[in-house]
Nanobody
């Protein structure tokens, strides 16, 4: 089942965006949700994860202190708040699910949903 990422756009350096991850037809409550991004010409990388219990939140070093992940169970949504955006954050962002935030970069995702483009440019 694919998750859908949305909320991307064009923003200046130092700006903010709020990405949302949603699922049609099932609840995200029982899954760890991870955010990934793929920069032009690079492999996809995991950047953040929130466990089902919300007790675990992980961030890649490159986004730590600037990005924040959260859940809204009422809306069945996981949000990635991105502040102080940098040129290097330009990428297509995706979300996916698994049962644990461990080894985010090794999650097996058979089918990725449509990502959302984030472009940081002056």
């Amino acid at each position: 089942v694919q998750l859908q990422a949305s909320g991307g756009g064009l923003v200046q350096p130092g700006g903010s965006l709020r990405l949302s991850c949603t699922a049609a037809g099932f609840s995200l409550d029982h899954y760890a949700i991870g955010w990934f991004r793929q920069k032009p010409g690079k492999e996809r990388e995991g950047i953040s994860c929130i466990s089902a219990s919300e007790l675990t939140k992980t961030y890649a070093d490159s986004v730590k202190g600037r990005f924040s992940i959260s859940r809204d169970k009422a809306e069945n949504t996981v949000t990635l708040q991105m502040d102080n955006l940098e040129f290097e954050d330009t990428a297509i962002y995706y979300c996916a699910k698994d049962y644990s935030c461990r080894e985010l970069d090794r999650w097996y995702i058979p089918s990725w949903g449509q990502g959302t483009q984030v472009t940081v440019s002056s």
